[in-house]
């Protein structure tokens, strides 16, 4: 089959209203599952996920469950430009004027491109997670403000909802820009960067695992799943297969890397509540966590993050079953099995 030519611009049309899509409506579970990953043992404030945002609701409003949101939907754009080109550069150099890429040249090209992908990913995670994780250091800090008074409550004292109590932080009220001129005014510019391998570990993981349409071409995970509805050779699936195929792919690589997702997590996160220790690198991450948590604790938020990823790439996949962007620009829709 003659290969389709691709549209850049349909393309990045695509992407964009998937990641405003998926953002919007994943992100409450995104924010539990980063304040359940920078829970230490013995300094618990959430049990699971649903008490996350419960307690989430009643302390910081409805709207708290959406701090650091304002990030990603202003970066998915630039983020999804910087992956396309860059996955077009690494996939011409491996061509030499073959008709089709190989799977580990498809590997190689998606792993470049998530390379350059982390210039944007890695400080918009950086920014959104001290957005995230300011609600529980300040959860935590009422919690341990309670319990010197509970002797009092045994005594007859009554006390206030734990979660209710004493005014908004000065970290909760801090915004992206605030937090991002501070980093740069005391670290640099590689105080937006911290957490860049771990960063780039999980990004790199994502793409060998399952790859994304954006990218050109489709890996083995989500492929395997979504050719098994192929009503013949070359055409694709139906919609909702191609969604739950999506959603089936997206689950599991969330869960393979979410080990990956949480040393990013402790390294990105810059305030630290009594008692939390700090971490020189990877390794030290590791081997902190490994030690003091036990393996179990490389699992934390791992529901959650599979309830993030499995929505955000079945989305990613309806936007290309559709053609939204194709439609917008009057071109055909892309053939998702045309490469």
Known sequence: MAQQQISLPAKLINGGIAGIVGVTCVFPVDLAKTRLQNQRGGQQVYRNMIDCLIKTVRSEGYFGMYRGAAVNLTLVTPEKAIKL?????FRHHLSKNEPRLTVLKEMLAGCGAGMCQVIITTPMEMLKIQLQDAGRLAAQQRKLMVLPTMKLAAAGTVLSCAYSMGPPTAARRASAVQIAQELLRTQGVQGLYKGLGATLMRSDGHCWLLGHPLLGGLLPLFAHLNRLGQPSEGENAPFYWCFVSGCAAGCAAAVAVNPCDVVKTRLQSLSKSTNEESYSGVVDCVRKILDREGPKALLKGASCRALVIAPLFGIAQVMYFIGVGE?????????????
């Open 85 to 89: 080109a860059a996955n077009d550069f």
């Open 327 to 339: 439609f917008l620009l009057g071109q055909s829709p892309y053939n998702l099995y045309s490469t």
